[in-house]
């Protein structure tokens, strides 16, 4: 199958993740590429910054370095004519290969008109189609009788794209268009492209699907205490209870002195004993098997922190602790914290911020089965309940690139089905 070319067409002179829009750039570049588009950033002549361009993508330095302040308002200089004729020219050269172009607010702007004439003359030349960006709130059209700023507000040569379903009609009507000629297309914000993760951390998202999860565990332990003392069975059945609620759920294990062949096969073990209470090896991940043997002796620092930045819900079912660090490396992540009742130490620790549970029920195994039901429907509570925890969850799972990159998918679709 030929491999698609989409141009990002923007006015950047850098690229800055400081700047709000070059971050959102940034999200829609790395989703086309991982998709398999080849992936063009166009951008003024005199750009720098491209160390901050995501590695693959392709950039064009076509946009004219105009002087763009005569065309604030509704103000046009003499020259107008020929400073859109610079910009028809460089983009019909230098377009000709698109197949789509994702053009950022070069048709909204008043500044930049002589780019929005240069656009609208130069779509009939091209064979890309065109989704038009607006990243500001519409306004009402003004009446310009003779003046070019009236192309700030005709029907656009492809469709108009914006953030919103709120003001979507209106910016239909701004530029005379319907609200089937609108398409909403939210911002992401990605842990993997705002938080420079350790890669570690952003290979195992990848991998596994984290950010689709709605319930993540991290738990930092040394491999040969992992089962006597530090209670990991426990906290995989609780994790499979949670399944059958109807969570799905993720549990990294961030497992140090993994070196020796001893503690190799009792990781191999208790994966197959997982997989018999239903969690799969894309839910119970160890970090000691990422990469091996890299990170065998233990995960960086770094790479647990962030872990824990991904999580939701501690559970710490030690059967001692003196002054327990990952607990509160938990608390400073903000998670919901399921602690030992039977450990003096954990409730000095947290207070009256934490579930505390009894996790050494050992009755009849039917018996056994329900109360770890019930462990398991008291943690969904309190986790269905923090406001905090359920907008991470959704921001995990809807504002991600991965989401906005099948949302823009949808769109290259729709035009070649002539919709």
């Known amino acids: 199958m030929d491999v698609k070319t989409v141009g990002v067409v923007t006015s950047f002179y850098n690229f800055d993740p400081a700047y709000s829009l ?10 086309l ?30 946009v004219p370095q105009l002087i763009l302040e005569p065309y604030s308002g509704t103000q046009f200089p003499d020259h107008w004519k020929e400073d859109v004729e610079k910009a028809r020219s460089s983009f019909e050269r230098n377009l000709a290969d698109a197949d789509y172009l994702l053009v950022h607010d070069l048709m909204f702007i008043d500044s930049f008109l002589p780019y929005n004439r240069a656009l609208r003359e130069v779509a009939p030349k091209l064979k890309a189609k065109m989704f038009f960006w607006t990243h500001s709130a519409p306004s009402g059209r003004p009446n310009l009788e003779d003046n070019p700023h009236a192309s700030r507000f005709l029907p656009v040569p492809g469709k108009l794209v914006y953030l919103n379903h709120d003001k979507a009609n209106d910016l239909a009507e701004m530029y005379s268009m319907w609200l089937k000629d609108v398409r909403v297309i939210h911002n992401s914000r990605d842990p993997r492209t705002c938080w420079n993760l350790h890669p570690l951390v952003e290979s195992v998202i990848n991998k596994y699907d984290l950010l689709k999860a709605d319930i993540i565990s991290t738990y930092p332990v040394s491999t040969p205490r992992m089962i006597s003392g530090k209670g990991l069975d426990k906290i995989v059945k609780i994790h499979s209870k949670l399944k ?9 294990v961030c497992n140090a002195h993994a070196n020796a062949e001893k503690d190799r096969r009792m990781i191999a073990e208790t994966k197959v004993w997982a997989s018999e209470m239903g969690i799969t090896q894309e839910e119970l991940i160890f970090t000691s098997t990422e990469d091996a043997p890299t990170y065998e002796l233990a995960a960086p620092q770094q790479a647990v922190s962030d872990f824990f930045r991904l999580s939701n819900v501690f559970i710490f079912p030690t059967t001692s602790e003196n002054s327990s660090l990952i607990l509160l490396e938990a608390m400073a992540a903000g998670n919901l914290l399921v602690l030992n009742k039977k450990v003096g130490t954990l409730l000095e620790h947290a207070g009256d911020t934490a579930i505390y549970m009894d996790f050494e029920y050992r009755d009849k195994k039917d018996e056994n089965e329900r109360y770890y039901l019930d462990l398991a429907r008291i943690i969904a509570s309190q986790f269905e309940v923090s406001k905090p925890l359920q907008a991470k969850r959704l921001l995990f799972q809807k504002f991600n690139y991965d989401k906005i ?13 002539g919709e």
């Open 22 to 31: 070059c971050a959102v750039v940034k999200d829609q570049l790395t989703a």
């Open 33 to 62: 590429q991982k998709n398999g588009y080849k992936t063009v950033l166009c951008v003024l002549v005199n750009f720098t910054g491209s160390e901050n361009v995501p590695k693959g993508v392709e950039i064009r330095k076509i």
């Open 244 to 252: 059958a609620l109807g969570y799905k759920t993720k549990l990294i």
């Open 405 to 417: 990159g099948k949302d823009i998918e949808t769109l290259f679709f729709e035009a070649d089905a």
